[in-house]
């Protein structure tokens, strides 16, 4: 039997960054207040809170000590929490992951524009609850093109935007569907006035540029242990694309969710995850099995390529911001 950690699996740049935010700041602080959970992984919260890091909800501000410092977790927060941080006397650090703040920019920018905006995306998750609260919570939160269909005012300018862990293929789907009900509308119209529509793909490329991999990695093993906190969403979809392609993909949370009948006739097992599944989480699982089917020639460590990689689409951004600094710098 042959056990392989996906090395394309664990936690994703944006990730990685908040909990070193987290780390670096208990080291100067006995105790940090994360606003929900700091990733969906109860393993990694309880290893952060032996470091000190508690987790609050906007609810808990009024029993804070004045000067307690705030953690917001990649995920971000709308405006409203911001204000309310203040008005309670509390110290904030933002650890929001800079591609969801990029998202919230540029839905501002339409907002102040005069578009109607759509979000694609689950409307009680933390990221779309802070993308809409830029605008005031006048989005319209669709999770699929039915919804859409029906919600949407086709007489207003549009924007459709996607909560950045969302399924790329029913985002495509989604954007059509909308584009062809207005082309509809359009053809039946006596003024043939163009209502403007854009859609923008706002899926991080962390999570979509796994897909082809982890397909990859699905067909390779005869099973698939998928391991992921059960409340991420990019662990469903995830989950979901290795069921498709591997049936024999299980999921367990932690090492005790693994059901010893899952491996019967099995040769190959390949152990993956989520964006928000620790590394460390998925080698505890394959040291479990060693040690089960007394397995000894051990997998190099693997490591994670995503805990590594920086982004291109934000290492662009900030080589873009740099360059501009030096021009003013130039004409100053
Ligand atoms: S999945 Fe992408 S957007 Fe979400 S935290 Fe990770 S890097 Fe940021």
């Given at each position: ?70 953690l917001i977790r990649a995920h971000g927060e709308p ?62 939160v669709v999770l699929n093109k039915e919804e859409a ?85 990019n662990g469903k979809v995830l989950y979901n694309i ?91």
């Amino acid at each position: 039997m042959k056990v392989t950690i996906d090395k394309n699996a664990g936690f994703c740049w944006g990730v990685v960054r908040t909990i070193a935010v987290a780390e670096e700041s208990l080291k100067e602080r006995p105790k940090v207040y994360c606003l929900g959970d700091i990733i969906h992984n109860t393993e990694e919260v309880a290893r952060l809170k032996k470091l000190g890091l508690d987790t609050v909800t906007v609810n808990d501000f009024p029993n804070l000590k004045k000067g307690s410092t705030i953690l917001i977790r990649a995920h971000g927060e709308p405006p409203e929490t911001y204000k309310k941080a203040l008005e309670y006397g509390l110290e904030l650090i933002d650890a929001t992951c800079p591609i969801v703040t990029r998202v919230q920019e540029r839905v501002r920018k339409f907002v102040t524009q005069g578009y109607q905006i759509v979000i694609f995306g689950k409307k009680t998750h933390a990221e779309v609850v802070g993308i809409n609260g830029v605008t005031g919570g006048t989005a319209i939160v669709v999770l699929n093109k039915e919804e859409a269909l029906a919600a949407v005012d086709f007489k207003q300018p549009t924007v459709l935007f996607a909560q950045t862990t969302m399924d790329k293929q029913e985002f495509k789907d989604l954007a059509a569907a909308l584009k062809e009900k207005l082309d509809t509308l359009i053809i039946g119209s006596m003024e043939e006035t163009a209502v403007e529509y854009q859609a923008k793909d706002t899926i991080c490329g962390q999570v979509s540029g796994r897909e082809s991999k982890l397909r990859q990695f699905a067909a390779e093993n005869d099973i698939i242990i998928f391991t992921a906190g059960r409340k991420s969403s990019n662990g469903k979809v995830l989950y979901n694309i290795c069921k498709e392609v591997n049936e024999r993909t299980y999921f367990a949370e932690t090492k005790e969710e693994i059901d010893w009948s899952w491996f019967e006739g099995a040769e190959t097992i390949g152990i993956t995850g989520a964006t928000s599944t620790p590394q460390w989480a998925m080698r505890q699982i394959k040291t479990l099995i060693d040690l089960k089917f007394g397995i000894t020639d051990d997998q190099p460590e693997a490591e994670s390529l995503t805990e590594a990689e920086e982004p291109e689409e934000i290492a662009a951004e900030i080589a873009a911001e740099a360059a501009q600094k030096r021009e003013k710098e130039k004409v100053l």
